[in-house]
């Protein structure tokens, strides 16, 4: 009976807006009530005219730039003012709705018609009620209207009184995140987060820390990352979402077990206190026993369009046999080199068939476009066609594909990157039998070297000894770094405390015509700081002082303003090189006791 009552006067209120914008004037409404409106009703006229009066009143009118003209209620012995000329407990006053009616209706109403500069003006005035921007705004984002969306959110969130915001808002809230997210709006972004998290409720802090604290993870900010995490902790403490995030940060912070332990304290205190169904309670139990297979399947899942071909395709990279011969041939300089075969190279056309974009061969990782949005078509084709992975070619645009999309997510290594290593190393294996210098610019050596990246990448952050392994083995073949992995090795002996080993690799020397790179000159000056071989480390320091001027001031900073990354690779000596340091590293840095205070000392010893 509800719906039908909620259906009837969406229609009804539908057309009685349509009226009033026709003419703005009381009785236009009336006219068409008893008319019109009358046949929305079913013929029920006491209904259609006790209706109208109700909706006139909360009705912003151009006219009188957005305000309502709203009519008294008559007494009992007045005229009734639906102008029946009847007595009003003899007329609308005797009706009884068959439900409730919004007050914010005719707003919302109103805002899903409005457009151009009446839209505009109507969100400027400042009179739309909160409920009314909230609703229109879902639905225009439903509907595939972002602008709409942005602009009515963004004057729900403009409110001065905080106070005042519906309890739905915190949907409205994500979903203006996302849009910002979506349409490149950073800046936009940030202001909402700082806004919120300064003045807004206490749920809604809780919920924007959460998304902080989610977008320092994606931007490898650990030390924010974890920050953000512990504000939301104690702003939010019983809230389960900390759960699946304290998971992703420990996860991404390399601490598997830590994060088991800490998803089993959470299921008991939750399963406890919390008011959790059932299907949440599973999920943090699930959450407790693998943290790294719970949220993969769960991203996996959340892919509604790729469920199903994701699931595909990790079943065929766990069913992968041996790795096919390579055909391999000496040069005459005594380098090694790759040659694709027939065979490998129609596999490989038959793949590009359905996968459609090419590899950068320009760059170190990347591709001409994004393979994504088509992904179903050729994740299907590949499962149907087990073979193509037999083309080092098809592997290389898998793997960088899948590094594209999953590689910063340490719970995807498992899935997606280990297995296809291993037909990799299979490779590899043969490569280092035939011995031999093995470069990039050789033959089709690119091919090779670009898809062992690709996986060093994609299992850095979840699998760390692999990613490790595999990045030392490809530094052996081709000892010019062309893959720039001295860096990350360096890095992760860092985080494993082999310090010694990282100071033996920060010793190599460098490429022809190249110079030394700001992650090892630090990366080393860490290492023999730990190693308490401080004039060296101080001597490391000098050296990063003169490569990138920021550096050491952005490492000790508390809080610093994080700088934009504009391109994949920093310039060299700029604050967004020094900024993707800082995000990289810092918690080593944070977690080496007394390091960040020795490097403050140096910092002003160095500016002295």
């Known amino acids: ?65 957005f305000a309502a003209e709203p009519l008294a209620r008559p007494w009992d012995n007045e005229p009734c003012w639906c102008d029946s000329g009847r007595k009003s407990r003899d007329c609308c006053g005797a009706v009884s709705l068959p439900g409730a009616v919004p007050e914010h209706l005719m707003w919302m109403l109103s805002l899903r018609e409005w457009t151009g500069p009446a839209f505009k003006a109507a969100l400027a005035s400042g009179r739309a009620p909160a409920q009314a921007l909230l609703e229109a705004g879902l639905i225009a984002a439903e509907s595939n209207q972002q602008g709409r ?13 905080w106070s005042q915001l519906p309890e739905q808002t915190e949907p409205a809230f994500e979903l203006l995140i996302d849009i910002y997210q979506d349409r490149g709006f950073n ?23 959460e998304r902080l604290c989610l977008m320092h993870l994606d931007s490898d900010d650990l030390a924010s990352a974890r920050e953000a995490f512990v504000r939301a902790q104690q702003t939010l403490p019983d809230s ?28 008991r205190r939750l399963a406890r206190y919390g008011d959790l169904d059932n299907e949440q309670l599973q999920f943090l139990a699930d959450l407790a026993d693998n943290p790294g297979a719970t949220l993969a399947e769960q991203m ?16 065929l990279l766990e069913d992968l046999k041996g790795a096919p011969e390579l055909r391999l041939e000496h040069a005459a300089d005594g380098h090694l080199e790759y040659h694709t075969s027939a065979r490998e190279d129609t596999l490989f056309a038959a793949w590009q068939s359905r996968f459609l974009i090419g590899v950068d061969k320009e760059a170190a990782l990347g591709l001409e476009g994004d393979p994504w ?111 720039g992995l001295r860096e990350l090795v360096l890095d992760q002996l860092l985080r494993e405390g082999r310090d010694e080993e990282a100071v033996q690799l920060s010793n190599q020397q460098e490429p022809d015509d190249e110079g030394p790179l700001l992650g090892v000159l630090m990366g080393r000056a860490l290492a023999l700081f730990r190693l308490h071989r401080l004039d060296e480390a101080v001597h490391s320091l000098r050296a990063v002082k003169a490569l990138n001027a920021h550096a050491i001031a952005m490492m000790c900073a508390h809080n610093p303003r994080p700088v934009p990354l504009a391109l994949e690779v920093p310039e060299p000596g700029t604050k967004a090189e020094a900024w993707q340091y800082r995000a990289l590293m810092r918690d080593q840095w944070s977690t080496s006791q007394g390091a960040l205070e020795w490097l403050a000392a140096q910092q002003r010893h160095l500016s002295e």
């Open 300 to 315: 996996v899942n959340s892919e509604e369009a790729l469920a199903v071909p994701l699931t595909n395709l990790q079943t």
């Open 1 to 65: 009976m509800l719906a039908m009552w909620v259906e009837q006067l969406l229609e009804y209120a539908s057309g009685a807006l349509n009226a009033i914008r026709q003419d703005e004037h009381y009785p236009a409404l009336m006219a068409w009530a008893r008319t019109d409106g009358l046949r929305t009703l079913g013929g029920d006229m006491a209904l259609a005219q006790a209706l109208a009066p109700k909706l006139w009143n909360q009705t912003p009118l151009e006219r009188r730039e």
């Open 149 to 161: 969306a942005q602009q009515m959110l963004e004057a729900l969130f403009e409110a001065t009184d």
């Open 187 to 209: 800046r936009k972004k940030a202001t909402l987060l700082d806004n919120v998290l300064e003045h807004g409720p206490l749920f809604l802090r809780g919920v924007a820390l």
């Open 373 to 483: 949005p088509h992904a179903a078509e050729w994740l299907d084709a590949l499962y149907e066609n087990p073979a193509w992975l037999d083309s080092p070619q098809v592997v290389q645009a898998l793997a960088v594909a899948l590094a594209s999309r999953f590689g910063s997510l340490p719970w995807m290594a498992n899935m997606f990157f280990v297995p296809l290593a291993r037909r990799f190393e299979g490779w590899l294996d043969q490569i280092e039998s035939a011995e031999g210098r093995f470069t990039w610019d050789d033959a089709d050596n690119a091919f090779l070297l670009r898809t062992g990246l690709a996986l060093v990448v994609g299992m850095e952050r979840g699998a760390r000894r692999n990613s490790r392994q595999l990045a030392e083995r490809l530094l052996v073949l081709d000892d010019q770094d062309s893959l």
């Open 240 to 267: 389960p979402t900390l759960a699946y995030i304290e998971a992703m940060l420990l996860l991404h912070e390399g601490h598997p077990e830590e994060a088991s332990e800490r998803a089993r304290f959470w299921f």
